[in-house]
């Protein structure tokens, strides 16, 4: 047997088609390498080691099996038959970098490694090969710098420190300025920094090319790494992949250079090239921030024909990859080499105007365009910004204190912070902050996390600082150069004007202009429409999507935002956040305490008034109202509130009586108390009162020629005789006002599933008739998912935080599952209550209206089941609507590559050329998944099809993980 683990790719390297390539396995840095070479874009020669040898590292004790070892020297000679260089050869040396690349981009998070093959004897030959000594030697001083950093685990400051005090004796400010006597005194001293740490660089190409190796998948187990996979939710990937790739060389003259670039503007969408980069540097240096670089524009002055090449490239990949790309390149003495193409990261103003104009040019279908959208761009959009008067006004024109390099856009106030660790301090007190860095590296994810806004002295447009920031949609301000930054001291100064800002001091950020303002300036709350709206109107217009819904609890006003967020009905309205109003209070407390019923008239009729403004806000749309649920002890006045003036107010001789009656309230558990239906049951004229606000209030708007929708929800039931009980009153009070009022006006009744023992009756809630005409009593269920996952997790949704967290971080759970559904346990019991309503009743509507109706991981569970809605808080609204109609458009791409391959029988052995089973790996959980035996496919309302033929995807026919010969 002959285990095949790596994947070449440039050269001499066998085509590998795209559809055979996992990006969970090859990454995305390898799979763009892959597909840059099959359309034409030159590469350098490399091979990728998969991601699955990261998890063997772990587990092999931090090395590799000598096999693979021995397939890496192969790919090495490849490439030096295909070059007639030499890894290692005094004469013309063959020199490689190593590079990361997760499944998932992750910029700055993992290690890279340059000019891999240097030694006192290579670089010799390299100077010689070259003609060109000043450049081998300024390799070879990156390569000690590096391997040092990343390999051995000396801090990067430490070879920095000796690089300043070279260019200091030398009375030159720029690396570039150093000659090549300076150069190798720099290689020199690097040395020496090693021996201080009692580490040794190997001389030994082969060696370095290992260590780095094993560096390089060991970067996915950083704490950088790992912080930044928690921030983004990036979860169930195997690790990284580590490419090795033949060096090309930027840092050659004033013939070459090197550059990151997007091939639209990532902070605005704008179909124009944006990037940056440098004449005579390597890529660490562009990315790094270390020098401010060049527009991408000025390429075409100093590199034409590259210049050309690069757009005619960009183009390409993408029209390939249908979607805006970030890539890397090299001009080596003219010629230009692309390193890397991936997915661009960008604002979510951003994503939305690239994925109109890419549909729009042609390039993507409607369906995909919206695939390009992410959840957290949309979010973004949903965030404040300067207000109009703010921008105009005299604070801001004359609070400008400096301008940098606009890397985010968007507005940011907060106090000033210098480290990370503070950043995160002050977030944790809930306070907003501007982290300050000189220059950002990927340790300073975390605080970069906790801030609202990031300001650094150095860095383009490209750098760390601004390309996370980006990703985050966070205002950022790069490259301030007018300040001098002291991380240190904790101040920073205007250069101009020796003006000062220490720590705590505020300041606002415009992300936008790259401008830095004295003080806070005024904010405002986001609009919907435009291109936003173009986007989320292509969700609504899927085929079979979901609706989504709002939740709205405080009368018309909250209605009014559910309908301008672009919600298709009120899935949820709590009737009890209507009583809670100061003038309000003391009648429901009155009622609850003396029992009147002038009392609970007054409530009638407030509660009228704010039907009657939710049913104009939301006109023919339906408006579920969910009746009282909390228990009653919430709305009477708590124990240290209780006066003599308390008691008067309510009427009570005395503050002792009051206490008496307030303290026959009390609860042991309210949670699992008195409330809900229980309540309803209890005093059936609470029940009575607010079925006759409703209806009273329909009948009013259809009296005024509106068409008013009313759902009455049951809340807490566990049992059929619960349910019926209430259901039967709703009835006889709905038909009582309609017989008054002589409208008719519609109704449904329906109940809340967020009692486990409801989800197991499912059944016989949904096949309830009325005895008295055979009519059912339940028309839908609405999945109070919050009340539904503690009592399913037998976890308190007030006290999780003190553990959930840990939790997490153990690996115990995945995510919060009140959050995002737990679809093992919680999921298990809707799926099951879905199927045995339906089976009862199959016209019975189907809904979610706890925390998990506006996350985009539960709402693909919930379209899986089903369901007819979600519903969610109005402001997450937006983001439930792209993610909907995500779902029913992967949905659709599914179906139709099932139409192309249903037709196509495999032996199930046949698959095992895409099957990972190398050193325990076939343990492994999280490797992709394959359709094994028959495949199913959930169908829209419950319905689901089974096609009788396999569908597979075909077998790789190059480089595959695992292959018998």
Not at 110 to 119: A, E, P, Y
Not at 271 to 298: F, H, S
Request: proline share 5%; net charge negative.
């Amino acid at each position: 047997m002959t285990i095949t683990t790596i994947f070449p790719f440039g050269g001499s390297a066998p085509r590998i088609e795209q559809d055979d390539l996992e990006r969970e396995i090859v990454g995305g840095k390898g799979l763009g390498l892959q597909v840059m070479g099959n359309i034409g874009v030159d590469v350098p020669p490399g091979f990728t080691m998969p991601t699955t040898l990261c998890q063997v590292l772990a587990e092999n004790d931090k090395d590799l099996p000598q096999e693979i070892w021995n397939d890496m020297r192969r790919n090495v000679e490849r490439i030096e038959r295909d070059t007639g260089k030499g890894f290692g050869d005094a004469k013309n040396p063959l020199l490689f970098s190593v590079r990361s690349g997760a499944a998932i981009s992750m910029p700055g998070m993992m290690d890279t490694v340059l000019n891999v093959g240097l030694n006192d004897h290579t670089v010799e030959g390299l100077a010689s090969a070259t003609q060109n000594p000043r450049f081998a030697y300024d390799s070879y001083r990156r390569l000690l710098n590096m391997f040092g950093d990343v390999v051995k685990g000396i801090a990067h400051e430490h070879f920095e420190e000796r690089f300043d005090k070279i260019k200091e004796d030398a009375g030159v400010k720029n690396d570039v300025d150093l000659s090549v006597d300076h150069l190798k005194m720099l290689c020199a001293e690097y040395k020496k920094v090693f021996d201080e740490h009692n580490q040794q660089f190997p001389s030994d190409p082969q060696e370095q090319l290992q260590e780095c190796i094993k560096a390089v998948f060991g970067s996915w187990f950083s704490p950088r790494a790992i912080k930044y996979r928690e921030i983004n939710s990036i979860k169930n990937l195997i690790g990284t992949a580590a490419n090795v790739q033949m060096m090309v060389f930027g840092n050659m003259g004033s013939t070459s250079g090197t550059g990151v670039a997007f091939s639209r503007n990532p902070s605005t969408g704008a179909r124009k090239l944006y990037g940056e980069y440098l004449i005579n540097a390597q890529g660490e240096d562009v990315v790094a921030g270390i020098r401010t670089p060049e527009p991408i524009t000025c390429m075409a002055e100093g590199f034409p024909e590259a210049y050309k090449k690069f757009v005619e490239n960009i183009e390409k990949l993408e029209k390939h990859f249908k979607d805006m790309q970030d890539v890397e390149f090299t001009v080596e003495n003219g010629k230009l080499w692309m390193l890397q193409c991936r997915s661009g990261k960008r604002t979510g103003p951003a994503a939305i105007r690239i994925a109109i104009d890419l549909h729009n040019e042609g390039i993507c279908t409607k369906d995909e365009a919206i695939l390009r959208v992410e959840p957290t761009h949309v979010k973004q959009l949903l965030h404040p910004d300067f207000t109009p008067e703010a921008l105009a006004g005299k604070e801001y024109k004359d609070g400008v204190f400096c301008k940098g390099l606009a890397g985010g856009p968007g507005a940011a106030v907060g106090k000033l912070v210098f480290s990370t660790k503070r950043a995160e301090e002050l977030k944790e007190k809930g306070e907003s902050v501007i982290l300050v860095r000189v220059n950002t590296s990927p340790e300073d994810v975390g605080g970069m996390w906790a801030s609202a806004g990031i300001l650094t002295s150095k860095g383009g447009k490209t750098s760390h600082a601004a390309v996370v920031a980006r990703g985050w949609g966070k205002p950022c301000i790069c490259g301030a150069s007018e300040l001098d930054v002291y991380e240190a001291e904790e101040v920073m100064e205007v250069k101009a004007t020796g003006e000062k800002f220490k720590a705590g001091d505020i300041i606002s950020l415009n992300g936008s202009t790259g401008e830095c303002i004295r003080g806070a300036l005024e904010m405002k709350a986001p609009s919907l429409g435009g291109d936003l709206e173009v986007i989320l109107g292509w969700c609504d217009e899927q085929k079979n999507v979901m609706k989504v819904f709002a939740n709205a609890d405080s009368g018309g006003d909250s209605a009014q935002a559910a309908k301008h967020f672009g919600a298709q009905g009120i899935g949820l309205c709590r009737t009890e956040h209507m009583f809670f109003s100061p003038e309000r209070l003391p009648i429901v407390q009155h009622w609850i305490l003396r029992d009147g019923k002038e009392y609970l008239n007054k409530i009638e009729n407030f509660q009228r008034s704010d039907f009657n403004e939710i049913f104009e806000a939301m006109d023919a749309k339906k408006v579920t109202i969910r009746l009282l649920d909390p228990p009653l002890h919430e709305f009477v006045p708590h124990e240290d509130q209780i006066n003599d003036e308390v008691a008067a107010r309510l009427g009570y001789d005395s503050m002792h009586k009051l206490k008496q009656d307030i303290e026959a309230l009390h609860e042991e558990n309210p949670m699992l108390g008195l409330r809900g239906c229980r309540l309803g049951i209890v005093r059936e004229d609470l029940t009575q009162m607010q079925v006759r606000a409703i209806m009273h209030a329909a009948a009013d708007h259809l009296e005024r020629g509106g068409h008013p929708h009313p759902r009455i929800m049951v809340p807490l039931v566990g049992n059929l005789k619960e349910f019926e009980s209430q259901a039967l009153v709703i009835k006889r009070e709905a038909e009582y006002v309609r017989s008054v009022r002589k409208v008719d006006v519609a109704y449904e009744i329906g109940t809340m599933i967020e009692v486990p023992r409801a989800a197991i009756i499912s059944d016989q809630i949904a096949g309830l008739r009325d005895k008295a005409d055979g009519k059912r009593l339940c028309s839908f269920f609405s999945y109070g998912t919050n009340d539904l996952t503690q009592m399913t997790m037998g976890i308190s949704r007030d006290d999780s935080s003190a553990f959930i967290p840990k939790y997490m971080e153990a690996g115990i759970l995945n995510d919060d599952p009140f959050h995002s559904i737990d679809e093992e346990g919680v999921g298990f019991l809707v799926r099951k209550s879905v199927i045995d309503g339906k089976s009862a009743n199959p016209k019975l509507s189907l809904s979610i209206c706890g925390e998990q109706g506006g996350d985009p991981k539960s709402i693909r569970f919930f379209d899986a089941i089903g369901l007819d809605y979600v519903s969610c808080s109005p402001f997450r609204v937006p983001i439930a609507r792209l993610a909907v109609g995500q779902v029913a458009a992967r949905r659709f791409q599914k179906h139709q590559r099932e139409e192309k391959l249903h037709h196509l029988e495999f032996d199930d052995a046949a698959l095992l050329g895409k099957v990972v089973h190398y050193c325990k790996l076939d343990r492994m959980a999280k490797l992709p998944s394959w359709p094994f035996g028959h495949h199913r496919t959930p169908a829209r309302n419950g319905r689901s099809s089974t096609r009788n033929k396999k569908t597979v995807a075909p077998a790789p026919s190059a480089g595959p993980i695992l292959s018998q010969q």
